[in-house]
């Protein structure tokens, strides 16, 4: 199976050789973090876990609650990976950045989320470019305590080794940044956040839910994946879900036909437009003059 993925091997976009693969694993290394280290990490534990109450979705709080998440220092990959896996089955991995696409969706399709083994420094506290240690593990890893989240980020994983096949790589990482990175979830007390990429940033958690500014719009699927997305900036649109179950069982359905679909449509959609047909939750204003990051 392995060998059909990377038809490529030794391409010039180069993903490597699966043999190669696990050299990406790297140690955690959690006795070299320094006073200095666990302190950046308390500090934004303290002020984001105050945040994003009333803002992140109850799955997402009660996988902080289940994996006993420490405040004062970086959590210790090994030992939080004996918690989560007992729940779910997933287990966290040290990386020293970010690596390619294969053997990234290739760790997920195991169960083993890639976490940066860094953190940030303390002049970084509102923004950092690369993933460091509290964007993975405090954004993404309490997710991963949920069964259905669970299973679609295995899935996603599978899913990416084959849109490598039907060349669609692009079309699919839209999909992870507009739900696994930039997610909004319809709760029954109101709008809630599930995406990494927001509960990691204090200004784009207020913003996601609370801002006049960007879109809000129901997500469906083929749309997401011809929306380019902004890196550099809060988004000026969200996808909302109505529950992690619709999200799972939309995208568990195979992908072959939409490719196909996508591919002969050629349409691509701006971060800020409306489309037709977009279930519109709430039309952004776009007012806002480049809130960060
Ligand atoms: N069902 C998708 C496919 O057939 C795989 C996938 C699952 C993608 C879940 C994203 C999320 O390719
Ligand atoms: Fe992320």
Known sequence: MKADIVQDSGNPTGHGRPEDWPKYIADQGWENYT???????????????????????????????????????????????????????WEVVAVDGLIPDLPFFQ????????????????????????PDVFHDFFGHVPLLANPIFADYMEAYGKGGLKAHQHGTITNLARLYWYTVEFGLIQ?????????AGILSSPGETKFAVESDSPNRVALDLKRVMQTNYRVDDFQQTYFV??????LFKETYADFSKLYEDIKADNTEYAPDDIADGDTVFTRGTQAYANGKK
């Open 241 to 246: 879900i109505d529950s992690f179950d619709q």
């Open 107 to 130: 760790l997920l399709a195991e169960r083993k989320f890639p976490a940066g083994n860094f953190i940030r420094k303390p002049e970084q506290m509102d923004y950092i470019e690369e």
């Open 35 to 89: 006073s200095e280290d666990h302190d950046v990490w308390k500090a934004l534990f303290e002020r984001q876990s105050e945040i994003v109450k009333g803002r992140a979705c109850q799955e997402y709080l009660d996988g902080i609650a289940a994996l006993e998440m420490d405040q004062t220092q970086i959590p210790n990959f090994a030992e939080a990976s004996k918690l989560l896996k007992a729940k779910t089955g």
């Open 187 to 195: 709760q029954e007390d109101g709008m809630r956040i599930y995406g």
